[in-house]
């Protein structure tokens, strides 16, 4: 009674002194300097996270892709920037449409075709290697090998495929990023295939990977460890090949000179057969000097991997190279562990490859519009 009549009142009454309303002000306030600082660190890189909402793609030449193209261009070398990163402006790359830039491919066909020439010295052939010439190995330098004529007639007269021949190419790696990519009726539909080491492509995978293929490597080894170097019961690798239909194959004959015979065998096999499928030899001239190309462009390693050499054709012989099963870390773009290969788990032995720095230069060849690399879902 005596408070009401002196007019007093509590100070703290309906002041909700840390109360819900305060909090709630408080938290407002701390989200807004967060998303500040964000902005603020982050950059163009924070916006970006929300474009993945984006029902549709940007047009290449855009603003938008423009900038995102030159974030991956500057990242110079792969250790620049950690994994997690690089995979990130990879992704944000992905609402952008891609297309080829004629000029960009132009010069780097040019820069090929005065190094390599494949549409020349791709294969060994009768025209570019003639009977009673000295063939000097790829790697055993000091080895050389007389050209008999026994040898020569293993030759085709001379290369089956002329420069920029197919419009539409697809190289496909067998890496595990290609696993439940549902790319098969996309790679099925290129002009011209390229596989590499007799992947399997049977029903399981190929929904993935597809069936067509015109051309797929085989290495040595491969003879070696699954069957017997030939030198026993044949028809086994005789009906893997059965797979590839009429697809031709092409070995490393010349790398060095435990090869060779292995290599041979192939041939003298399939002419057993009577098989109508081509056999060929990789010039190891021309393996030498893609291997020095690579290397001014930072792919240094005992040996590059036949996706690279692949590739390497596909930019001479195609008007447009897509890229399909070619990634060389642990998990995906968006983080999730993925399978070495598509068919199974086995790593290749360490060191031998520079498995990285060659898909570093595919994404950035990509980001320039040379090649396409598909690592996510085909539609």
């Given amino acids: 009674m005596l408070r009401r009549r002196m007019g007093y009142s509590d100070p703290s009454s309906g002041k909700d002194l840390l109360g819900n309303r305060s909090l709630c002000f408080i938290f407002i306030c701390a989200f807004g300097l967060v998303t500040l600082l964000q902005q603020i660190l982050y950059g163009k890189n924070y ?52 297309e080829q830039n004629k000029v960009e491919t132009s010069n780097f066909k040019m820069s090929l075709s005065r190094c390599c020439n494949a549409p020349s010295f791709l294969f060994t052939t009768k025209r570019n290697t003639p009977a009673g010439t000295k063939l000097r190995y790829e790697v055993d330098t000091s080895g050389i090998l007389p050209i008999t004529t026994e040898i020569f007639k293993m030759f085709p007269d001379d290369m089956p495929y002329a420069k920029s021949q197919y419009k539409k190419c697809a190289v496909i790696g067998n890496g595990g990023i290609i696993k439940n990519s549902k790319c098969g009726k996309e790679i099925d539909s290129a002009d011209f295939v390229f596989r590499c080491n007799i992947p399997p492509i049977n029903e399981k995978y190929s929904a993935d990977v597809g069936t067509k293929t015109d051309l797929v490597t085989i290495n040595p080894s491969i003879i070696t460890e699954r069957f017997q170097k030939l030198e026993k019961w044949r028809r086994p690798f005789y009906e893997v090949l059965q797979n590839y239909e009429n697809s031709s194959v092409v070995l490393p004959a010349f790398y060095n000179t435990r090869n060779t015979d292995v ?15 081509g056999v060929f030899f990789f010039h190891p001239q021309y393996l030498l000097n893609v291997q020095r190309f690579w290397a001014v462009q930072g792919v240094r390693a005992k040996r590059l991997s036949s996706g690279l050499m ?33 068919y199974d788990n086995v790593k290749p032995r360490p060191g031998f490859h520079a498995m990285p720095h060659e898909i570093f230069n595919f994404l950035h060849m990509h980001t320039r519009g040379i090649i396409n690399v598909h690592t996510g879902q085909c539609r």
Avoid at 51 to 74: F, H, V
Avoid at 263 to 277: A, I, P, T
Avoid at 326 to 337: D, T, V
């Fill in 263 to 277: 290599s041979f065998r192939v041939k003298y096999m399939l002419d057993d057969f009577d098989s109508q499928r």
């Fill in 310 to 342: 692949l590739v390497t054709a596909a930019l001479e012989m195609c008007e447009e190279v897509h890229l399909y099963g070619f990634w060389a870390f642990p998990m995906n773009p968006s983080g999730i562990f993925i399978t070495h290969h598509y």
């Fill in 47 to 98: 916006i970006k996270r929300y474009l993945d909402t984006y029902d549709g793609a940007y047009d290449y030449n855009s603003t938008a892709c423009k900038e995102l193209r030159q974030e991956i261009m500057d990242v110079k070398v792969l250790t620049m920037v950690k994994t997690s990163e690089l995979f990130e402006r990879w992704r944000n790359l992905q609402v952008c449409k891609w």
